[in-house]
């Protein structure tokens, strides 16, 4: 399926979210360096000690940081279920990311005027909260206007542009930092949600729909049908893992820099690699998951999602890292849009946000966690976050491996070892 063939519907959304990505990666990038640049004080908060469930614990820039990216991720996972929900129920997409997307444009503009600590986590948590009215609804949105023929192909049209900008977002960040400073910046999120928020009121509208039976039940289902763990909730897990290997690279940041003698830039290019690989090949891999089937590129992306996770330990220089990077985001491309489409050809009719909402809370669970983790795990050794999301990555091969089948219709059977029997 080519561009010319998609849904305009689905190419407005997958600018909306390239513009809105372009803001938000901006955040991860810049929150780090504006907290270390003593325009938010934080001195005061650095080496107390805290109780937490029994155990003392000492309060690092690194673990504020962590606190600061991970506060997004926990609101928006533990929000999507009752937002993915209601859209569902009323089959309002369109006035719920708009309603989402004013809240990030908001939150990303007062940065500049707060000088507190606690003010940049309350900031935080809004855009957590407006995540959680954009994501599910646009990926619900996006799913009600595919098929079981073309849906792996407008989720990989669709993350390309929103990878796109998440991509160059830091690139772009590291260069405005360091050449406007850090209310250039600030300025730069804004107008990524307005130029989002504009082009999805100019060009979208929800589709004519049935009205939905959804029930009020927002619980999730574990066990499957025909095996031990139900396939959607399978892929949630091991998209939390993913989400885990992606995000803790950020919490590191100034430790990273002075491990590998590099800049800001260098920071930059690394982060957005993993992003630059997704744009490379989700559209391909999207409409191979079509032909081919979806459990396939699952599996091979798992596989190479551990050991790239694990060398980015063990990397002693800029370039090297870059690729590791690079080879993650390739990783990730084979795993997220044959998941989504799993998750969509499973999802039952009208209930497309609650469904998909699964992956989307876990990969914001993920990239959550995994900041926070690294955050505190760093003080054991500057490999060890990474050794423990290998494992975390290792353990998810096994599970999609024995606890998900085939959902798609592939033109072309292809054989894999450790079949669950489908």
Same mark, same amino acid.
């Given at each position: 399926m080519g561009l010319l063939d998609l849904d305009r519907r689905v190419f407005a959304l997958g600018l909306a979210r390239m513009a809105d990505a372009?803001?938000?990666?901006?955040?991860? *990038? *810049?929150?780090?360096?504006? +907290?270390?640049? @003593?325009?938010?004080?934080?001195?005061? +908060? #650095?080496?107390?000690?805290?109780?937490?469930?029994?155990?003392? +614990?000492?309060?690092?820039?690194?673990?504020? /940081?962590? $606190?600061?990216?991970?506060?997004?991720?926990?609101?928006?996972?533990?929000?999507?279920?009752?937002?993915?929900?209601?859209?569902?129920?009323? &089959?309002?997409r369109r006035a719920f990311i708009l309603f989402g997307l004013l809240l990030l444009g908001a939150a990303s503009g007062a940065y500049a005027l707060v000088s507190s600590y606690w003010l940049v986590v309350l +900031?935080?948590?809004?855009? &957590?909260?407006?995540?959680?009215?954009? %994501?599910?609804?646009? /990926?619900?949105?996006?799913?009600?206007?595919?098929?079981?023929?073309?849906?792996?192909?407008?989720?990989?049209?669709?993350?390309?542009?929103?990878? $796109?900008?998440?991509?160059?977002?830091? $690139? /772009?960040?590291?260069?405005v930092v360091e050449a406007r400073g850090f209310d250039a910046a600030f300025a730069v999120a804004v107008?990524?949600?307005?130029?989002?928020?504009?082009?999805?009121?100019?060009?979208?509208?929800?589709?004519?729909?049935?009205?939905?039976?959804a029930s009020d039940d927002l619980s999730v289902a574990v066990r499957g049908d025909d095996r031990l763990l139900d396939p959607?909730?399978?892929?949630?897990?091991?998209?939390?893992?993913?989400? %885990?290997?992606?995000a803790m690279f950020a919490t590191l940041e100034g430790r990273i820099n002075e491990r590998l003698g590099q800049g800001t830039l260098w920071?930059?290019?690394?982060?957005?690699? #993993?992003t630059l690989a997704n744009v490379a090949f989700q559209i391909p891999i999207g409409r191979a998951a079509d032909r081919y089937g979806r459990r396939p590129f699952l599996l091979a992306g798992f596989?190479?999602? /551990?050991?790239?996770? *694990?060398?980015? &330990?063990?990397?002693?220089?800029?370039?090297?890292?870059?690729v590791t990077r690079f080879l993650l985001g390739v990783a990730v491309a084979l795993v997220?849009?044959?998941?989504?489409? #799993?998750?969509?050809d499973l999802a039952r009719e009208g209930e497309s946000g609650t469904t998909l909402? *699964?992956?989307?809370?876990?990969?914001?669970? @993920?990239?959550? %966690?995994?900041?926070?983790?690294?955050?505190?795990?760093?003080?054991?050794?500057?490999?060890v976050p990474f050794l423990a999301a290998g494992m975390l990555a290792t353990l998810a091969l096994v599970l999609v491996s024995t606890q998900v089948g085939e959902t798609g219709d592939p033109q072309r059977t292809v054989d894999w070892p450790w079949s669950p029997g489908d």
């Open positions: 372009v803001g938000n990666s901006f955040l991860i *990038v *810049v929150l780090p360096l504006y +907290l270390a640049s @003593g325009q938010v004080p934080i001195e005061s +908060l #650095v080496g107390a000690r805290v109780s937490l469930l029994g155990a003392s +614990l000492t309060i690092t820039e690194y673990l504020l /940081v962590g $606190i600061v990216l991970s506060l997004f991720g926990f609101l928006n996972s533990l929000a999507q279920p009752f937002t993915g929900r209601l859209s569902d129920r009323t &089959g309002r +900031l935080r948590v809004l855009q &957590g909260v407006g995540a959680a009215f954009t %994501i599910p609804c646009t /990926v619900a949105l996006v799913n009600e206007l595919a098929t079981g023929h073309d849906r792996g192909s407008n989720f990989g049209v669709f993350n390309t542009f929103r990878l $796109i900008g998440f991509g160059f977002g830091p $690139i /772009v960040a590291g260069l107008a990524g949600a307005a130029v989002s928020f504009l082009t999805v009121w100019a060009f979208v509208s929800d589709p004519e729909r049935p009205e939905t039976a959607v909730f399978t892929l949630g897990l091991g998209t939390v893992a993913m989400g %885990i290997c992606i920071f930059g290019l690394q982060f957005g690699a #993993v596989c190479l999602l /551990v050991p790239t996770t *694990v060398a980015q &330990g063990y990397v002693l220089s800029p370039a090297p890292m870059t997220f849009a044959p998941s989504l489409a #799993v998750a969509g909402s *699964v992956l989307t809370m876990a990969f914001g669970l @993920g990239v959550a %966690i995994g900041p926070l983790a690294s955050g505190y795990l760093e003080r054991f050794g500057f490999a």
